[in-house]
């Protein structure tokens, strides 16, 4: 593959500076690299020696100035919905890890070790969506499972990391804990309903009036549009807990018949990119390779063979976003997607 053309729109964000990180290290030829941001100030970042400067989207006036091979989008919903189409009318293979375009027909959801069947040819809309990181992690684990076993219905609850709104959320985090210790409520919640600091907070994103929270409907459609299952019967409560990175999953699976736990260890601990724990479990501090997901404390259900509950860890900023995204953007690669119009 010839050297690519690539930008990078939420360089400076949490997803955005693992994202570059990863692209370094990785084996795709950069040809020009690009760095935007909301502003561009006086960012600077090093990618294989060379020295980049962050360029405000903002500054873009011609469209023509938007032309490039391949565009990793992490700057949130609005910014993606103005200028996503405009990236892709120029001909790039737009990567987008917000939830502004994830449902609709014409734009695949990847998860590349779960469903890179979905992504043979290049999308007529030039646009490939990052699920959301906390489905990432779920089907990633579940994979296995569902190739297997006819599966009756997944409930489960999430222990999201604050990193899961970016930098923001983290700084909010750290300076709630500070004023908390010091004797002080510390600043008002900007990032989270309520502050964060020693609390959990069973909300994340706008309840809707039948009682489901924005992350909670996101899981149960992108898990469907992914594993290409629109029945598949599936409830969340999702809950944002006061943990820098790394986001956890209490999942418990129900199947149409009995299950062997053995035959679950085997399944797991045989599927590439995720790590058994048989004797234990993960926590997000002490997390292991960050591009692994962590799963632990599977055991079936006593009361119900049918039954089985697993503990699910990853890190949100790798596995669940810029990670992904980059995988998505060398399975495009291999099938010789990016280029075409």
């Not at 693992?18 to 030829?29: M, N, P, V």
């Not at 919640?189 to 409907?217: C, Y």
């Not at 035959?263 to 601990?269: D, F, I, K, S, T």
Request: glycine residues 8%; proline residues 6%.
């Amino acid at each position: 593959m010839r050297p690519l053309d690539i930008s990078i729109v939420g360089a400076t964000g949490a997803v955005g500076t693992a994202l570059i990180k990863l692209l370094e290290k990785s084996e795709i030829k950069v040809n020009r690299l690009r760095m935007f941001a909301s502003s561009s100030g006086a960012r600077q970042f090093k990618f294989r020696d060379q020295t980049y400067q962050v360029e405000a989207l903002r500054d873009i006036s011609d469209i023509g100035d938007t032309k490039t091979d391949i565009a990793f989008f992490s700057a949130g919903g609005d910014v993606s919905g103005v200028w996503i189409p405009r990236f892709a009318s120029q001909g790039a293979l737009v990567i987008d890890n917000s939830n502004a375009f994830r449902m609709r027909p014409d734009v695949p959801l990847i998860v590349p070790q779960v469903n890179a069947c979905s992504l043979t040819v290049r999308p007529p809309s030039g646009i490939v969506a990052n699920p959301n990181c906390s489905t990432i992690q779920l089907v990633r684990a579940l994979r296995p499972l569902i190739a297997t076993f006819g599966i009756s219905q997944v409930l489960l609850t999430t222990f999201q990391a604050a990193s899961g709104v970016g930098l923001r959320g983290i700084k909010e985090l750290e300076d709630g804990v500070k004023a908390w210790l010091e004797g002080s409520t510390g600043p008002a919640a900007e990032s989270f309903p309520v502050p964060l600091a020693f609390n959990v907070i069973p909300q994340i994103g706008q309840i809707s009036r039948e009682g489901v929270a924005l992350e909670e409907r996101k899981l149960v459609q992108e898990s469907r549009k992914i594993f290409g299952m629109p029945h598949l019967q599936l409830a969340a409560t999702c809950v944002r807990v006061p943990v820098k990175t790394g986001h956890s999953e209490a999942v418990y699976v129900e199947f149409d018949e009995h299950v062997r736990l053995e035959q679950v260890h085997e399944l797991l601990a045989n599927e590439p990119g995720v790590r058994l724990y048989a004797d234990g479990y993960p926590t997000p501090r002490y997390l292991g390779d960050p591009a692994d997901v962590h799963v632990g404390r599977v055991r079936v259900n006593p009361e119900n063979p049918r039954g089985l509950w697993m503990w699910v860890v990853a890190d949100n900023v790798q596995v669940g976003a810029a990670l992904n995204a980059l995988l998505i953007a060398q399975l495009a690669i291999a099938k010789n997607l990016i280029g075409e119009s």
